[in-house]
Structures are given as C-alpha cells and as structure tokens.
C-alpha cells in the first residue's frame, strides 16, 4: 500500500494561490490513480480533481475548471494541485487519495487518504 501526506495548505486572500503537494511513500507511486478531494465543514466530502498513472489524462469538477491544475512528478512520487484565483468557497480540508483502479469522482473508489490539509481563503 502507499502512505500520503499532504502539505501546502494556509491562509490566502480572495485572488490569491497556492499549491498543495502529496507525498507518497511505501508504494510504488507511478501505479496508482491520484485524486485531490475536499471537505468543507458540515458538508460531504467532494470530488476536485484526478490524474492519471502517466499523467495522460486529467478531471475536474466543474467548479475549479481553469483554475485549479492538477499534477504529478513520478520520479518524486509527489502529486500536486496547482490553485490559483481562489474563493471562498473554495475553503476546506483538502486530501489526497490514491487507487490502483479507473480514475472515479466517487469516494468508495479510493483506497488510500492522507490526513489533510486546511485551505483557508478570507474575503
């Protein structure tokens, strides 16, 4: 299995960026599917983005499409997520995941979680 950790998080203003990065360790990185998510507090956990095993293909959710890029550095078996003109809205724990099935926007997909990290813009 592989162990996650997710780092980058903090306080931004509305407009502002940041980049969150997810190491991963005891697991051969280059296999598995990779995923950010989201929790806000009081609401599900949502689906952001997704990637691929050789980064051929990516998803989003609609609401961080043209903001958010989602990446990866096998040899650094590091993912990232790249996000810039930030909202609101756009506060939460954010968490990485991994699976070594199809990419999905479905929680039960994932196998592996990190812990999170806080993201927090003010307005």
């Known amino acids: 299995q592989v162990q996650l950790v997710e780092t980058g998080g903090g306080l931004v203003q509305t407009g502002g960026s940041l980049r969150l990065s997810c190491a991963a360790s005891?697991?051969?990185?280059?296999?598995?599917?990779m995923a950010w998510f989201r929790q806000a507090p009081g609401k599900e956990r949502e689906f952001v983005a997704a990637?691929?095993?050789?980064?051929?293909?990516?998803d989003y959710v609609d609401s961080v499409k043209g903001r958010f890029t989602i990446s990866r550095d096998n040899a650094e078996k590091t993912l990232y997520l790249q996000m810039t003109r930030l909202k609101p809205e756009d506060t939460a724990v954010y968490y990485c995941?991994?699976?070594?099935?199809?990419?999905?926007?479905?929680?039960?997909?994932?196998?592996?979680w990190g812990r999170g990290t806080q993201v927090t813009v003010s307005s």
């Open positions: 990637i691929t095993q050789s980064a051929g293909s990516t």
């Open positions: 005891e697991g051969t990185f280059s296999d598995y599917v």
């Open positions: 995941a991994a699976t070594l099935s199809y990419p999905s926007r479905k929680l039960r997909a994932y196998y592996h």
